[in-house]
């Protein structure tokens, strides 16, 4: 069993910056992608930004040029610093990771949603 904690969400003002972090734990033998996606109240999901396990990454292009998506294999963790944040980027975010556990399963799971509110 795979878990993801995540953390960093919060209140900010337009322009300013957030950088959220996602730690797995748990039964993992391999992560192979990491990515970030966010819901907006009466939107559906969407994918933000996106990791392989070779450092290959792709933005939503609402986001490219001010937000980065990074990963420490070492800790488990994928992060996303957000910058010159705006009032449309309000959201719940949500990480996402896949990978093989210790037990030769391949997993998928979702952190639990943190809030990043863009407001004034």
């Known amino acids: 069993q795979v878990q993801l904690v995540e953390s960093g969400g919060g209140l900010v003002q337009p322009g300013g910056s957030l950088r959220l972090s996602c730690a797995a734990s748990?039964?993992?033998?391999?992560?192979?992608?990491m990515g970030w996606y966010r819901q907006a109240p009466g939107k559906q999901r969407e994918l933000v930004a996106h990791?392989?396990?070779?450092?290959?990454?792709n933005y939503a292009d609402s986001v490219k040029g001010r937000f980065t998506i990074s990963r420490d294999n070492a800790k488990n963790t994928v992060y996303l610093q957000m910058n010159s944040l705006k009032p449309e980027d309000t959201a719940v975010y949500y990480c996402?990771?896949?990978?093989?556990?210790?037990?030769?399963?391949?997993?998928?799971?979702w952190g639990q949603g943190t809030q990043v509110t863009v407001s004034s």
């Open positions: 996402n990771v896949g990978g093989i556990t210790t037990a030769a399963l391949s997993f998928g799971s």
């Open positions: 748990g039964s993992i033998f391999s992560i192979y992608a």
């Open positions: 990791i392989s396990s070779s450092g290959s990454v």
